[in-house]
């Protein structure tokens, strides 16, 4: 087992299990030091990709899980890390227990461009299932993000 702190639609434990159906959800916590962004506007389908950033003003909410060998595989086909859009990088989770080190998907693509106002919902919902601060999740509701046109 190894520790992957979520945060972007994986943040819902009911999205995870469907992924990763043998990783449960460990704790819940923050990765201070990090701000949530969204890059690579050309790779999305509708908008640009959540990722995160090193800033030392911000915090990030994650979901950290315990991910077996066999379920991570297939997470990083979920998250295209197996051709290279996202990367591991390893972060440290700040929770009531403790720091725990984990290892986060980050975008290798630049910063900028907006998200789709769909996906910005759904990452809002993540957060809200996850049970993030109701602040965070009005925080992530309230973003600038691109019409749909629907």
């Known amino acids: 087992m190894t520790?992957?702190?979520a945060y972007?639609?994986?943040?819902?434990?009911?999205?995870?299990?469907?992924r990763c159906p043998h990783s449960p959800l460990r704790t819940t916590g923050w990765l201070e030091g990090w701000r949530l962004t969204f890059g690579g506007e050309e790779h999305g389908w509708d908008g640009a990709l959540p990722?995160?950033?090193?800033d030392p003003?911000?915090?990030?909410?994650?979901?950290?899980?315990?991910?077996?060998?066999?379920d991570e595989s297939s997470l990083d086909g979920w998250e295209q890390a197996d051709t290279g859009l996202y990367r591991?990088?390893?972060?440290?989770?700040?929770?009531?227990t403790g720091e725990q080190v984990t290892w986060a998907?980050?975008?290798d693509a630049y910063e900028g461009g907006?998200?789709?106002?769909?996906?910005?919902?759904?990452?809002?919902?993540?957060?809200?299932?996850?049970?993030?601060?109701a602040d965070y999740v009005?925080?992530?509701?309230?973003?600038?993000?691109?019409?749909?046109?629907?």
């Open 8 to 18: 972007g639609s994986n943040l819902d434990p009911a999205r995870m299990g469907e």
């Open 51 to 54: 990722t995160i950033v090193q």
């Open 88 to 96: 591991k990088t390893r972060v440290r989770v700040s929770t009531l």
């Open 105 to 107: 998907y980050v975008l």
């Open 3 to 5: 520790l992957y702190a």
């Open 114 to 133: 907006l998200p789709s106002a769909s996906y910005l919902g759904v990452l809002a919902d993540a957060a809200e299932a996850a049970d993030a601060p």
């Open 138 to 150: 009005a925080a992530l509701r309230r973003r600038p993000c691109r019409s749909s046109g629907l």
């Open 57 to 70: 003003f911000e915090q990030v909410f994650v979901a950290v899980y315990d991910v077996t060998r066999e």
